[in-house]
C-alpha cells in the first residue's frame, strides 16, 4: 500500500529521455517506483490521463530568500510548478549579514547563513531551498561600502566569512558585478573567495560586470576565475542588452563552448523574456554609490558631482521609453508604477534623467524598474543551448498579502509556463523532454542534488503534473500578478502542494545543506 500512486501519466523524467506512459508511486518522502504499478493500491490515487508527470522545476535562479519569512507558500512559483529556489543570487544573499541589518520588512533577526536556514526550516516554507552566499554579503560585512580594493588583511576576513558560509550547508557563492559593494572586487579578490568555495566542492554563480558593450570581456573574466580558482563556474541570466549588442550571443556561447572544450567547466541560466529587472538605481554609475545611500544622495544633489553623474548616464543612451517603473514604496509615488521614465517625465514636465534622479532621491534609491533590453532572436539562440537552465531571477510574490506590490517583472508568475507553452509548443524551441529537462535534471545535477530533479525510484517526490496543451504564463508587464495555469498538481517531498490546481496549507520544503 503507497502513499500516494500517480497513474496512466506521460512521464517526462527529467533527464532528457523520451517520454513513456507509467505510473508513479511514493511512500512518504520518496519515489519508490516507476513503471506499470496496476495491481497496486494507494492511500490516494491522482488519475494522471492526458496529463504530463514531471519532476518538480527547480529554480536555477532566484531572489526569494527574504521573501519565504514574509510569505512561506512561495504562491508565484508553485503554480508554476516550482518545488525548489536556488536562492542567494547575483551577489546578495539573506546571509551572512549584520544581525540587525536593515530590512523593508519586519522580520526576525539572524546573522549566519545557518542561522538563516535554521529560521526558514523552522517557520516551514512550501519549497525547497538550495543556499548560495553572496559575494557582496561578505565584502559589507568585512568593509562596507568603501569603493577600492582589499587589503590582504580584509581579503583573508572574507575568506574566513566564505569558509563559514560553506560549512553552513552553502552550495556556493555569487557575485553581483554591477551591484556595490559587489562590483568593487577586482578579479583577484573573487578568485580568492573562489578558492575557498572551490575547496569545499561549491560553485560560483556570477551576475557579470557587463551585459552590454562589453559582455565578451564579462564572460572571459567569469571564465577567468573559473581557470584560476579551479571552480566551476555557472554564468547568471545569460543575456546581451541594447540593440547595438544584440546578436552577441553568439559569440559568447562560441567562446563557452570552446573553453568547455578546453576543460572549463561552465553552464548557465536564462529567463524566458526580452526584458531584465532590476533597481533603478543602477542608472547612477558606480563610483556615486560608494559608502552607502547618503553619500549617493549628497552625490548626486551636488553641483558638480551631480553634473557629472548626469552626464555619464546621457552617455549610456538609455531608451527612456523602454524603462519602465515596476515599484516605488511611497504612497504619492505608486502612480508611477507601470508607467516608462519618458511617460513619469512628461507626468512631471522634467527631462527623464532628472524624473529619474528626483524619484531615486525621494525613494532612499529603492526604485524596482524593468527595461526592454534583448530581442527574440538572442533569447531562442541561449534557449537551445545544452549548457543553460532555466531561472526565472524572480523573487516569490503572490496575488494578495504583502508581495502583491507594485508592477513587477511578469517572470515572477511566468518564467516556467512560459518556456512550455510560449517557447515549447507555440514557437518550437524546445521539445517537452528538453524543457523539462533544464527546469529540472540539469538543475539538479549543476548543484549535485543527486535524489532530486528526476523521477526516479529513491528520489524525493517533488513532482509537478501538469496538461501540456493548456500549461501557459498569463502574467504580463501591465498585469504581472497573475497564476500561470495548466498546472494540476505539485508535489514536494511527497506531500500536495498544489491540488487540484488549488494551493494547499502545507509547507513541506527543506533547507537543503550541501553535503560533501
Ligand atoms: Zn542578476
Ligand atoms: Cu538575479
Redesign the pocket.
Known sequence: MYDLLIRNGKVVDGTGNPWFYGDVAVQGEKIVAVGRLDDKRAKRTIDAEGLVVAPGFIDS?SHSDEALLINPKAESKVFQGVTTEVIG??GTSAAPRVEAAESNWDLPRWHSLGDYLDLLEKQGVAVNVIPLFGHGNVRRLVMGMANRPATAEELRAMCQLADAAMREGAFGFSS?LIYPPSSYADTHELVAVAKVVAAHGGIYAT?MRDEGDNLLAAVSEAITIGEQAGIPVHI??HKTCGEANWGKVKDTLALIDAKREAGVDITLDQYPYIATS?GLKVIVPQWAHADGVEAMRQRVSDPQIGAQIRAEIAAQGYRWDWILVASCRKEENKQFEGKSVEEIAAMTGQAPIEAALELLLAEDFDVGMVRFAMCEEDVELVMRHPLVMIGS?ASALATSGPLAQGKPHPRAYGTFPRVLGHYGRERGVLTLEAAVHKMSGLTAARFRLWDRGVLRPGSYADITIFDEERVRDTATFVEPHRHAVGIHYVIVNGQMVIDQGVQTEHLPGKALRRRP
Open positions: 535562479h543570487q547575483c553581483g551576475h547568471s541570466h532590476t531571477d
